[in-house]
């Protein structure tokens, strides 16, 4: 299906849910969606990479989902660490770099020494980046970042001199956000870098969200004419 994809996205977003939904409609735990959904993230990782996209980002963990159940936090906390540590070896040979955005100073013990240990794992890695949002929300980091400013007596008068003092400032804005499971609203995620970010909307909850799912997404991207606040001409 991509003898005909062209004007790849150099960076793709996604708010990957669903995954409760997706047990619950079997009679399962929600643990088990989030387990089928980290095997999804795989899958949409090496496509990526065939396809040339460059940076890709994902909303794994909010702020706001420490009010979960205990139990839940507790799962997916265990196979965020059980991930990062089985797959930082082939994202190593794919030469893709691991980072994380988000309050991550915050995070249990466990889960931050494994974050921090996969991205200097791939710290050298250079052709395409893999960022995962954890402990995230896009108010906390204009928060974080004006903070990080005004520490530094940074007086902001321009955007890249904001930009400066998010978690990853070299980070491009996303081109596309996909968001699954037909909510169609960006929950806080990166609400500074999606001013004109193209939204793709779709009813696949997240561990159903296939190649096909995801190569249809790039062609909607690919027939939009994107504008940045100006007026084209025809």
Same mark, same amino acid.
């Given at each position: 299906?991509?003898?005909?994809?062209?004007?790849?996205?150099?960076?793709?977003?996604?708010?990957?849910?669903?995954?409760?939904?997706?047990?619950?409609?079997?009679? %399962?735990?929600?643990?088990?969606?989030?387990?089928?959904?980290?095997?999804?993230?795989?899958?949409?990782?090496?496509?990526?990479?065939?396809?040339?996209?460059?940076?890709?980002?994902?909303?794994?963990?909010?702020?706001?989902?420490?009010?979960?159940?205990?139990?839940?936090?507790?799962?997916?906390?265990? %196979?965020?660490?059980?991930?990062?540590?089985?797959?930082?070896?082939?994202?190593?040979?794919?030469?893709?770099?691991?980072?994380?955005?988000?309050?991550?100073?915050?995070?249990?013990?466990?889960?931050?020494?494994?974050?921090?240990?996969?991205?200097?794992?791939?710290?050298?890695?250079?052709?395409?980046?893999?960022?995962?949002?954890?402990?995230?929300?896009?108010?906390?980091?204009?928060?974080?970042?004006?903070?990080?400013?005004?520490?530094?007596?940074?007086?902001?008068?321009?955007?890249?001199?904001?930009?400066?003092?998010?978690?990853?400032?070299?980070?491009?804005?996303?081109?596309? %956000?996909?968001?699954?499971?037909?909510?169609?609203?960006?929950?806080?995620?990166?609400?500074?870098?999606?001013?004109?970010?193209?939204?793709?909307?779709?009813?696949? %909850?997240?561990?159903?969200?296939?190649?096909?799912?995801?190569?249809?997404?790039?062609?909607?991207?690919?027939?939009?004419?994107?504008?940045?606040?100006?007026?084209?001409?025809?």
């Amino acid at each position: 299906m991509m003898e005909n994809l062209y004007k790849i996205p150099y960076h793709v977003a996604i708010i990957m849910d669903g995954n409760g939904r997706w047990a619950r409609r079997r009679g %399962l735990p929600r643990v088990y969606g989030h387990r089928e959904g980290a095997k999804r993230v795989e899958d949409i990782i090496e496509i990526s990479r065939e396809v040339g996209i460059k940076w890709l980002s994902v909303f794994a963990f909010s702020t706001e989902n420490w009010e979960r159940p205990k139990e839940e936090v507790d799962a997916i906390m265990s %196979l965020l660490v059980e991930y990062i540590n089985k797959k930082v070896p082939y994202l190593i040979e794919k030469d893709i770099r691991l980072r994380f955005m988000g309050r991550i100073e915050q995070l249990p013990g466990m889960i931050k020494e494994s974050v921090i240990e996969g991205e200097k794992a791939t710290q050298h890695c250079s052709s395409m980046n893999f960022v995962v949002a954890l402990n995230y929300s896009g108010k906390a980091e204009l928060i974080d970042a004006f903070n990080k400013a005004l520490k530094e007596g940074k007086e902001i008068k321009e955007e890249k001199e904001l930009r400066k003092f998010f978690y990853i400032p070299e980070m491009p804005d996303p081109d596309l %956000l996909i968001r699954t499971s037909g909510e169609e609203r960006i929950s806080n995620f990166m609400l500074w870098q999606m001013a004109y970010t193209e939204f793709y909307f779709t009813h696949t %909850l997240w561990p159903d969200f296939d190649r096909e799912e995801f190569m249809r997404a790039l062609y909607e991207y690919q027939s939009r004419e994107r504008r940045f606040g100006k007026v084209f001409s025809v």
